[in-house]
């Protein structure tokens, strides 16, 4: 069992460059979410989904896009980086609200 | 908001208990309390949760106050694997999952 897997891992992007980070889970959950954590800080809510085609905004999500298609799969877009946006995301899904979430391992984007 | 008030830090030493207190005094009724923990480099990983009564599982124990307004995570015999930063949050309700993370706890388990 995968659980939820975050590819890349690491990626260096320059300015202005776009991307793409994916998140997938196979543990069949309606909610899923994105989260950035900067160096020694909690983590910050940037985008939510809670079930296919349903998305919503968190905390912290200018300057990023993200799309539902599948219950599997939860991509986060960087439209144009920026240095302020240098950060390790974390992927989280769940079975509900209010019940536990299952993290992935993070990508660290350094953005130049 | 959802906020919650942990102290900065604490330490313990190798298989004594612990005890990590959570304020959370702006809860609702239909929140869960849930606790999670972020060991260097990898992302939080789920402790436990409970929204009314006391919690047991393999890894530790939550002990939450009649009026809900705080909790406690006990781990029973601390190890090194243990030292982390635990997080208290609650979640729940209309909230549908979004977990506000605060500064959490940073534990240091001493040999």
């Known amino acids: 069992n995968a659980g939820v897997t975050q590819t890349p891992k690491f990626q260096v992007l320059k300015t202005g460059q776009s991307m793409t980070l994916q998140c997938a889970q196979d543990?069949?959950?309606?909610?899923m979410s994105w989260y950035r954590q900067d160096p020694g800080m909690g983590l910050r809510l940037i985008h939510y989904?809670?079930?296919?085609?349903?998305?919503d905004q968190g905390e912290v999500p200018n300057g990023y896009n993200v799309s539902r298609s599948t219950t599997e799969d939860f991509p986060l877009r960087l439209l144009s980086a920026a240095p302020s946006q240098t950060s390790v995301y974390f992927c989280?899904?769940?079975?509900?609200?209010?019940?536990?979430?299952?993290f992935g391992d993070g990508t660290r984007l350094s953005i130049l | 908001d959802a906020k919650t008030t942990q102290p900065n830090s604490m330490e313990s030493n190798e298989e004594e208990p612990v005890h990590l207190p959570c304020n959370h005094s702006?809860?609702?009724?239909?929140?869960?309390i849930h606790w999670y923990r972020q060991l260097p480099s990898q992302g939080p990983e789920y402790v436990i949760h409970?929204?009314?009564s006391n919690v047991n599982n393999r890894m530790a124990s939550l002990a939450i106050a009649e009026d809900r307004k705080s909790s406690t995570l006990i781990l029973h015999r601390a190890t090194l694997r243990d030292a982390a930063v635990y997080y208290c949050?609650?979640?729940?309700?209309?909230?549908?999952?979004?977990?506000?993370f605060g500064q959490g706890t940073i534990l240091t388990v001493h040999p």
């Open positions: 409970g929204l009314t």
């Open positions: 989280a899904s769940g079975a509900l609200a209010g019940q536990p979430q299952h």
């Open positions: 949050i609650y979640a729940g309700g209309t909230s549908y999952g979004k977990l506000t």
């Open positions: 543990m069949n959950h309606e909610y």
């Open positions: 702006t809860i609702s009724g239909t929140d869960y």
């Open positions: 989904s809670v079930g296919a085609g349903i998305t």
